[in-house]
């Protein structure tokens, strides 16, 4: 028996699919609990607060970052994230198993307090594809779009820190190897 519920970090390029492949996750018989970031943009359409983030001012999120409260927390394109350490601690506490979608930086910081979380890293089949969604998604503009794919380079090339990565060329190819992967983590 598990003395602790098992932590799953995933990460992806923006644009790569990461939120859709975690909603399908939450939703399966994996019996994840999702681990909700704060952050300090604004919510896009249809997020919800409490379910997709909890969105504060900086000023918040400052307060609470001095004071301790994230496990980790990363600038990403002019907003900050962070997950809340208390919240992560608890569910792992009551053995259940987390999965916590966040970018590179914030993977690094948790690889230091939890080596034996699986990382998981999502990306595209190639850049241009990536662009292709990142346009058709209508979120961002020309320069945005650059910049993200700038970092995204980055991102691909670091990948190798983590245990797996999987190429979403299909939305339902991607959650299977996912949906496995898990599952043999969480058996293990």
Same mark, same amino acid.
């Given at each position: 028996m598990q003395a602790k519920g098992q932590l799953f970090i995933i990460s992806a390029p923006s644009g790569c699919g990461k939120t859709t492949l975690e909603r399908?996750?939450?939703?399966s018989d994996l019996n994840l609990k999702k681990s909700i970031s704060v952050t300090t943009r604004k919510p896009r359409k249809g997020e919800e607060? !409490?379910? @997709?983030?909890?969105?504060?001012? #900086? =000023?918040?999120?400052?307060?609470?970052?001095?004071n301790g409260e994230f496990l980790e927390w990363a600038k990403v394109f002019d907003h900050y994230y962070a997950s809340p350490k208390?919240?992560?601690?608890?569910y792992l506490n009551e053995k259940k198993n987390i999965l916590l979608s966040i970018d590179i930086?914030?993977?690094?910081?948790i690889k230091k307090i939890y080596p034996d979380a699986v990382y998981i890293f999502i990306k595209p089949p190639s850049l241009k594809d990536l662009?292709?969604?990142?346009?058709?998604? !209508?979120? @961002?503009?020309?320069?945005?779009? #650059? =910049?993200?794919?700038?970092?995204a380079k980055e991102e691909?090339?670091?990948?190798?820190?983590?245990?797996?990565?999987?190429v979403n060329d299909k939305i339902d190819r991607a959650y299977q190897q996912l949906k496995e992967i898990?599952?043999?983590?969480?058996e293990r």
């Open positions: 399908m996750l939450i939703d607060e !409490g379910r @997709d983030y909890y969105f504060i001012s #900086e =000023k918040e999120f400052f307060k609470k970052r001095d208390d919240k992560i601690e608890r930086q914030g993977a690094k910081q662009e292709a969604r990142l346009k058709a998604r !209508g979120t @961002d503009n020309k320069e945005d779009i #650059e =910049k993200r794919l700038k970092v691909i090339r670091q990948s190798k820190m983590y245990d797996y990565v999987v898990i599952k043999n983590n969480i």
